[in-house]
């Protein structure tokens, strides 16, 4: 598939030689220190917090990173590598709230949800990616993360993406990790979780315990990659030339840091990249402008080798309605003709701060999509189809020919969702709306195949490891 161009190759490699420039001339305030030895060691200007990279750095390290990623399954059919498998269908994740599934009413999630979710998302085609959707809010204080994972554990065999705080929370992760596992050897072999930060936070500044967190699973040889979310008028330009140039930058730093640890560790560009709405500074992750910077994104990580990818496909509608729709659906299609690899989409509403399990399967549907776009129009001489043009020939029907027959479950997406009944048909079945059929669709999954996915001798000592975890249970949405 060739992919559409926003920039042109002479302003990609102007954005490029923009980034050498800030990293250069501006640096980046660097807060964590064994990061700053790190970089002062391979050759690059560290003064107090502020860390400079000359060109010849730059080039060196970023020459060094792996051309693929692979996001690994607890079941290996589940395994995902891209650039060849994408693009890889990523939920959107860490929503502070949920629409509730029986009154409709937004509230705080709970890990009840998070079981819920990962059920639902273990059974959708359209997801590859499990990340986990909702915070959790009835967690203990000790346990903020492993309360997330445990149920996503349980019910999904997909990989699965985490985020941990600091090293504490990232030991307890990895102890329930190797729980599953069978140990840490087993684990080692078949890493099912894939690790994800923000470690630079715009503008051009690293943190603390993101970077810690970065530097340890790079160290380590288990998946990790980090996500650059510049936001243009606020903290980046504003101007998306600007925002591309300063959001490059932060890219290749995270990068070089990563190389450093361990030549060779696959990364993926991930952004959030966005344009604030200045009339009230609010978080425009479902404009059209979000999706343009992910094309524009898309090619500069074709211009370094790296898997592309991010969040985009977002919305900053409160409902799962028609602005719902047409921005997740126009800047999702816009990363797919960008060639994005990955993609963060599914289930968020309102500017990712709230899950809705109809909008899910919504994006289920629309995922399923964006991967038949993908997949692209086959041009070998048989599906050109030459012969039975011929064969059935002026005034004929093709509809009960071998050639449409073996096609008609595999040329086209056949949507469950998406309505293409007569009106006098959709009428009869009860005139639904789009929002009530993915309703109805979830609850349906939510009876079938919903055993855990874990067995009880390792429930057991995942639960005699942490004591007071949450119950981790599925509950039917009634």
Not at 100 to 122: C, F, M, Q, W, Y
Not at 157 to 166: E, S
Not at 182 to 193: H, I, Q
């Given at each position: 598939?060739?992919?559409?161009?926003?920039?042109?190759?002479?302003?990609?490699?102007?954005?490029?030689?923009?980034?050498l420039?800030?990293?250069?001339?501006?640096?980046?305030?660097?807060?964590?220190?064994?990061?700053?030895?790190?970089?002062?060691?391979h050759?690059?200007?560290?003064?107090?917090?502020?860390?400079?990279?000359s060109?010849?750095?730059?080039?060196?390290?970023?020459?060094?990173?792996?051309?693929?990623?692979?996001?690994?399954?607890?079941?290996?059919?589940?395994?995902?590598?891209i650039?060849?498998?994408?693009?890889?269908?990523?939920t959107?994740?860490?929503?502070?709230?949920?629409i509730?599934?029986?009154?409709?009413?937004?509230?705080?999630?709970?890990?009840?949800?998070?079981?819920?979710?990962?059920?639902?998302?273990?059974e959708?085609?359209?997801?590859?990616?499990?990340?986990?959707?909702?915070?959790?809010d009835?967690?203990?204080?000790?346990?903020?993360?492993?309360?997330?994972?445990?149920?996503?554990?349980k019910?999904?065999?997909?990989?699965?993406?985490?985020?941990?705080?600091?090293?504490?929370d990232?030991?307890?992760?990895?102890?329930?990790?190797?729980?599953?596992a069978?140990?840490?050897?087993?684990?080692?072999?078949?890493?099912?979780?894939t690790?994800?930060?923000?470690?630079?936070?715009?503008?051009?500044?690293?943190?603390?315990?993101?970077?810690?967190?970065?530097?340890?699973f790079?160290?380590?040889?288990?998946?990790?990659?980090?996500?650059?979310?510049?936001?243009?008028?606020?903290?980046?330009?504003?101007?998306?030339?600007?925002?591309?140039?300063?959001?490059?930058?932060?890219?290749?730093?995270?990068?070089?840091?990563?190389?450093m640890?361990?030549?060779?560790?696959?990364?993926?560009?991930a952004?959030?990249g966005?344009?604030?709405?200045?009339?009230?500074?609010?978080?425009?992750?479902?404009?059209?402008?979000?999706?343009m910077?992910?094309?524009?994104?898309?090619?500069?990580?074709?211009?370094?080798?790296?898997?592309?990818?991010?969040?985009?496909?977002?919305?900053?509608?409160?409902?799962?309605?028609?602005?719902?729709?047409?921005?997740?659906?126009?800047?999702?299609?816009?990363?797919?003709?960008?060639?994005?690899?990955?993609f963060?989409?599914?289930?968020?509403?309102?500017?990712?701060?709230?899950?809705?399990?109809?909008?899910?399967?919504?994006?289920?549907?629309?995922?399923?999509?964006?991967?038949?776009?993908?997949?692209?129009?086959?041009?070998?001489?048989?599906?050109?189809?030459?012969?039975?043009?011929?064969?059935?020939?002026?005034?004929?029907?093709?509809?009960?020919?071998?050639?449409?027959?073996?096609?008609?479950?595999?040329?086209?997406?056949m949507t469950k969702?998406?309505?293409?009944?007569?009106?006098?048909?959709?009428?009869?079945?009860?005139?639904?709306?789009?929002?009530?059929?993915?309703?109805?669709?979830?609850?349906?999954?939510?009876?079938?195949?919903?055993?855990?996915l874990?067995?009880?001798?390792?429930?057991?000592?995942?639960?005699e490891?942490?004591?007071?975890?949450?119950?981790?249970?599925?509950?039917?949405?009634e």
């Open positions: 598939m060739s992919f559409a161009a926003l920039l042109t190759q002479e302003q990609v490699e102007r954005i490029h030689d923009a980034a420039e800030i990293l250069e001339d501006v640096g980046l305030k660097v807060r964590y220190g064994p990061a700053r030895e790190l970089f002062k060691k050759g690059c200007s560290v003064e107090e917090e502020r860390v400079r990279f060109r010849a750095v730059v080039e060196k390290y970023r020459k060094m990173v792996s051309p693929s990623f692979t996001f690994h399954a607890r079941d290996p059919k589940f395994d995902k590598t650039p060849q498998d994408s693009p890889v269908i990523v959107a994740s860490s929503a502070p709230d949920i509730d599934p029986v009154t409709g009413v937004e509230r705080r999630a709970e890990s009840k949800d998070i079981a819920r979710i990962a059920h639902l998302i273990n959708l085609p359209g997801y590859d990616v499990f990340s986990i959707s909702t915070l959790a009835d967690a203990p204080a000790d346990q903020f993360t492993v309360s997330r994972l445990y149920p996503s554990i019910y999904c065999l997909k990989p699965i993406r985490v985020t941990t705080t600091d090293m504490k990232t030991r307890s992760v990895m102890e329930m990790a190797y729980i599953v069978g140990g840490k050897d087993a684990y080692m072999e078949r890493p099912f979780l690790h994800h930060y923000c470690p630079v936070v715009s503008p051009l500044t690293m943190d603390n315990l993101s970077t810690e967190n970065v530097m340890y790079a160290e380590q040889g288990l998946p990790v990659y980090p996500t650059i979310v510049p936001n243009a008028g606020l903290t980046s330009p504003m101007s998306m030339a600007g925002t591309l140039a300063q959001g490059n930058a932060e890219f290749l730093s995270a990068l070089i840091l990563m190389q640890v361990k030549e060779g560790t696959p990364t993926i560009y952004t959030l966005t344009v604030a709405d200045m009339r009230s500074g609010a978080y425009t992750s479902g404009a059209i402008e979000c999706g910077l992910h094309m524009a994104f898309a090619q500069m990580a074709r211009f370094y080798n790296v898997p592309a990818g991010g969040y985009v496909g977002l919305t900053n509608s409160k409902l799962n309605d028609m602005q719902a729709g047409y921005e997740t659906g126009m800047s999702g299609i816009a990363g797919v003709l960008g060639g994005m690899d990955m963060n989409i599914g289930g968020l509403i309102d500017a990712l701060k709230t899950f809705d399990f109809a909008k899910a399967v919504a994006d289920d549907e629309m995922a399923q999509m964006m991967k038949r776009m993908k997949r692209g129009i086959s041009f070998n001489e048989d599906d050109l189809g030459l012969g039975i043009i011929k064969q059935v020939g002026p005034g004929g029907s093709f509809i009960t020919a071998k050639h449409t027959t073996s096609r008609m479950k595999t040329e086209a997406v969702i998406a309505d293409r009944d007569a009106r006098s048909i959709w009428e009869k079945k009860g005139a639904t709306d789009t929002h009530a059929k993915a309703m109805k669709k979830a609850r349906e999954v939510m009876t079938s195949n919903t055993s855990p874990i067995a009880p001798e390792v429930d057991a000592k995942i639960r490891a942490f004591p007071g975890l949450v119950a981790g249970v599925l509950e039917p949405i």
